[in-house]
């Protein structure tokens, strides 16, 4: 089969949807990518087509300025600017991506959920998607808070009006956006396509979560699947190439690709890790320059990188400092290393929210997170054991999902079926039933 991978123009949503392209493509199916130019720079896989769309509304080189805002929205005419970068990404695939897929071909679309483009185009050209949560689901459930909300699962009605509240807020929010889908949706003569939730496939959801890192659903959907990470083979990472003192605890800390320039923040973790006598790898994925650094480690860090191999770092670490990215809380867990989360965009605050839940972690707000309350934090994260035993037991639940492999599976099965065939083998949640599905 040929399929298109739709995606929001994000580096870790693209190294999450490369891992299933790689399988994809091992597996003899032929893939292209459709976005603006900027994104073909973050592919790695070099088997993927890349077909640049939006010349005139997303030129070559104006990607860094969307990530920039994107990093730092700097209050509600910034969140504003961010929004409506979102809606004009999304206008520009709806515009420009349709003819483009027909002129390769396409039998197909994955579609990040994120990315509402995805669903509008493959509905509106009648093609099968599957669609993958990079990010937390988007999908809706009156108990699960939105992935943007800090708050926990609803366990009564007082919880579920809460959820209820703050979705009518943040759809209110989104309205540029929204106005977008149903523009689009009109278009392709699809009826009630409002949000993000709305656009997702009526074939295979797929998403990086785990059943024990994820709120219980109260009506799961027979077509939703968590299979873990989607990663490539984590022989094919480089090692960590650190001189460590194995008496002292190890510390690995990192806000992700678009957090990563925020040094205040860094500077209290290293005073806080210097001050617990604990050995600290700071990596700011480029996004500070040498004098920053240097100055990280005078204030206590180890070590201060622009990337580091981040599995290799996470099954050394003893804790790991995060933005809660789902990424980067997802390889932590797969390695069963505690997390101190400090969530501050995005659906940071609903990873973190997870990660206390599950129990794999402690939760810190950026602005309250001084150098005494993080020494707390890190203190309880090494002294208290059942941290550690928490995240290696949902390790191991990792360990057992699939990964990239079930996904393809899943892809290729809900792809691949006839409309009948499919129903009757979506309530099938296992690895093998998708595969088993294929030669039905």
Known sequence: MHLAFIAPPFTSHVRALEALAAVLLDRGHRVS????????????????????VGAASHPAGSLPAIV??????????GLRRVIGDVAAGTDMLCREAPAWLER???????????EAAGGLIAEGLGLPFVSVACALPV??????PLPVMPWGYAADTRGEQLNEGSARVYDWMMGRHEAVIRHHAARFGLQGRRTLADCLSPLAQISQTTPGFDFPRSAPQPHFHHVGPLRGPQTAEP??????DRSRPFVFASLGTLQ????????????????EDLQLLIAHCDRLDEQQAAALVCAGATAVTGFAPQRAALARADVVVTHAGLNTALDALEAGTPQLALPIAFDQPGVAARIAHAGTGIKLLPPLAGVGALRRALRRLLDEPRFADRSRELGREIAASGGAERAADLTEAALQLR????????????AAGARQALHV
Do not use: K, T
């Open 419 to 430: 409309p009948s065939v499919r129903a009757a083998s979506a309530v099938d949640h296992e």
């Open 68 to 77: 920039a805002r994107a990093a730092n929205p700097g209050g509600p005419w």
């Open 139 to 144: 999908n809706r459930d009156p108990r699960v």
């Open 239 to 244: 090692a960590l190439d650190l001189l460590l």
């Open 104 to 114: 390769l071909g396409v039998d197909a679309i994955v579609a990040d959920q994120m």
């Open 260 to 275: 990563g320039g925020r040094y205040a923040l860094f500077e209290r973790i290293a005073r806080a890790c210097r001050a």
């Open 33 to 52: 990518w459709i976005h603006q130019a900027d994104v073909g720079a973050l592919l790695r896989e070099r088997r993927i087509g890349f077909h640049a």
